[in-house]
């Protein structure tokens, strides 16, 4: 058995040991704080390229997340009823977009037409999604929704109108700013970053 005195003595020696340790974490700590680039940052192998691969996972998700959103109000329709005039429209060119576009996902057509309203009037208009390639040649029966931005909104008689199926794309919308909001954020840190470097 030690005497008693050493054991104190022993013990001593492993505090003032811990003290010193605990003592040069909180230096190396109040320095990482006060200057970001003298922190020890233990990296492995193939970081930033898992980083780049997970932004650039977020920015697709984010992406596709919002052509979901578009196609889907898109392929609602609008609702003829809320028609201010009705006429007959004869198509007389088209041309098809997609399958990726500012409509969302799919295809569709951008069609030429000259209406002829049933008050006299006549207009030529051209218009997205409305019209198909099959309607080239044939009259279909439309209704005047106004202008929206510098294009005249028109609504088919025989395209049913599907509100519920607006309401899911805005839902998607809403939801596609998770990761939109996650890709910003993660790109700012990167700016961030390099510019301490």
């Known amino acids: 058995m030690e005497p008693p005195h050493d054991r104190i003595a022993k013990r001593r020696a492993e505090i003032a040991e ?16 006060d200057d970001p680039s003298a922190a020890v940052v233990d990296r492995r192998n193939g970081g930033a390229v898992r980083s780049t691969v997970f932004l650039v996972l977020v920015i697709v998700v984010a992406a596709g997340l919002f052509g979901v959103a578009v196609t889907l109000t898109r392929l609602a329709g609008k609702d003829f009823g809320d028609a201010q005039r009705q006429g007959r429209a004869q198509v007389t060119s088209c ?38 390639t099959s309607d080239v040649g044939t009259e279909v029966r439309v ?28 839902a998607v919308g809403v939801i596609a700013f998770v990761p939109a909001l996650v890709a910003i954020l993660i790109l700012r840190e990167l700016l961030r970053f390099r510019r301490r470097r």
């Open 18 to 33: 811990e003290q010193a340790a605990l003592e040069r974490e909180d230096t190396q700590r109040r320095a990482a704080d």
């Open 95 to 132: 041309v098809q977009h997609g399958p990726v576009s500012n409509k969302g996902f799919g295809y569709w057509d951008r069609c030429t037409a000259t209406i002829t309203w049933d008050d006299g009037a006549t207009d030529r208009v051209t218009v997205s999604a409305v019209f198909k």
């Open 143 to 170: 209704g005047d929704l106004g202008n929206y931005r510098s294009s005249k909104e028109i609504a088919r008689a025989d395209a049913s109108h599907r509100p519920w199926l607006a309401w899911m794309g805005y």
